[in-house]
């Protein structure tokens, strides 16, 4: 079973206008001196059993993406496509430009979450290479209401047992035949999922879930840059002792 990685990097970004980060989308910030995209490809480069990352990235920055490939040595397992109108699309894009058997893994990850492990990649490999299909996530630690919206705001209708919760992260992946019935599936009806997982659950597909980490966060809002670069301190201090 080969691997392959997707990384939909086609993203504008509209929550970090409220922060001194707003010149650039989210995925060419920089934390830790590294632009977030190169961080997160590097983490997949650095599992061997990883044999290509496709980056789904807008033609309008395809220049840049290709500069930072070679400024930062990222080599040859890294490839281009052509980014679509939404994260549907850009995976699409990606999924049709690999050549992959059915049984080989295919996992998408956000580009906007650098701090992914190695060890947290591998346990997503393992649970496709076990059930067919997994996501990264972490349990609920609130407790969970299910509302109502109203024009006076939201009614509580239930509470959700916290047990029968997660929080999806990524890495989010399948067999490369399982994930791209699933998209072919939904491109047919006309249906946007929020996630790879929504598209496999609506074909039918079990999705397995394995663990993650708060570390492993989106970058969305600022103050986000300041959290990963904190957790990156934490870890290079750790590494010292």
Known sequence: MRVFVIIPAAGIG???AAGSHAA???QFLSVGGVPVLVRSVRA???VPRVDAVCLAVRGTERERVESQI?????GPRVHL???GENRQGS?????LALECDDDDAVLVHDAVRPLIDEATI???IDAIERHGAAIVGLPAVDTIKQVERTADGAIITATVPRERVVLAQTPQG??????QRAFSEAEADGFAGTDEASLLERAGIEVAVVAGSAKNFKITQPGDIELAEFYLNQAAGAGAR
């Open 174 to 179: 399948a067999r490369f035949g399982l994930l």
């Open 122 to 124: 591998e346990r997503t």
């Open 81 to 83: 496509v052509e980014g």
């Open 24 to 26: 650039a989308p989210k």
């Open 70 to 74: 070679h400024e930062y040595k990222l």
């Open 91 to 95: 995976v699409n894009n990606a999924l």
């Open 14 to 16: 509209t929550r970090m």
């Open 44 to 46: 997949f480069l650095e």
